[in-house]
């Protein structure tokens, strides 16, 4: 069974940074894409960043110049590196990755924001 498993979620300040960062038990990510979204309170999940296999990157407007996504596929690790935080950050992380076999999410990771 493959498991995707995120790490680095917290609470800090506006203006902090935290580095999310999530493992891949096995490695079937290593062709495809991973990314990370995130889902608010009362809100729809939405994509924040995306890694292609090549390493191209996309970010949602919101988050451009602040969030920088890399990955690592000898370790099947994807990160997420947060700065310049803003509360309409706070949200619960998801790391998702693709592969020959379908889609898989992990648990999520927890970000919180305070003004």
């Known amino acids: 069974q493959v498991q995707l498993v995120e790490s680095g979620g917290g609470l800090v300040q506006a203006g902090g940074s935290l580095r999310l960062s999530c493992a891949a038990s096995?490695?079937?990510?290593?062709?495809?894409?991973m990314g990370w979204y995130r889902q608010a309170p009362g809100k729809q999940r939405e994509l924040v960043a995306w890694?292609?296999?090549?390493?191209?990157?996309t970010y949602a407007d919101s988050v451009k110049g602040r969030f920088t996504i890399s990955r690592d596929n000898v370790k099947n690790t994807v990160r997420l590196q947060m700065n310049s935080l803003q509360p309409e950050d706070t949200a619960v992380y998801y790391c998702?990755?693709?592969?020959?076999?379908?889609?898989?999410w992990g648990q999520g990771t927890q970000v919180t924001v305070s003004s």
């Open positions: 890694i292609t296999s090549s390493s191209s990157t």
């Open positions: 096995r490695n079937i990510f290593s062709n495809y894409g």
């Open positions: 998702k990755g693709q592969s020959s076999y379908g889609d898989y």
